[in-house]
Nanobody, 121 residues
């Protein structure tokens, strides 16, 4: 079983930046495809970005492309989501997940508990 713990959320003004971290348990972190999802109030959870096990392939939702960057440090068992040029519509709980690749997205097998990002206008 994999345990995922997100951190780095908070309150930021529009145009600002935040970096989210996702710390994973287990010795085989480099085998895990990692992804970030988010859920805004009253909306369904949606895919944000994903990265392959060795970090060579990434995909992004159109809504964040060019502003967000997913990365990972396999030596630290940690995945990251660098979020720049934040907009109020990016306000959501952000969840880290690991799972199976499905085209340009990820089918999660394990979820973290999430971290709240609030972008003020």
């Amino acid at each position: 079983q994999v345990q995922l713990v997100e951190s780095g959320g908070g309150l930021v003004q529009a145009g600002g930046s935040l970096r989210l971290s996702c710390a994973a348990s287990g010795r085989t972190f480099s085998r895990y495809n990692m992804g970030w999802f988010r859920q805004a109030p009253g909306k369904e959870r949606e895919f944000v970005a994903r990265i392959s096990g060795i970090g060579d392939i990434t995909y992004y939702a159109d809504s964040v492309k060019g502003r967000f960057t997913i990365s990972r440090d396999n030596a630290k068992n940690t995945a990251y989501l660098q979020m720049n040029s934040l907009k109020p519509e990016d306000t959501a709980v952000y969840f880290c997940a690991t799972g199976d690749l499905d085209g340009h997205t990820l089918i999660p097998n394990y979820w973290g508990k999430g971290t709240l990002v609030t972008v003020s206008s």
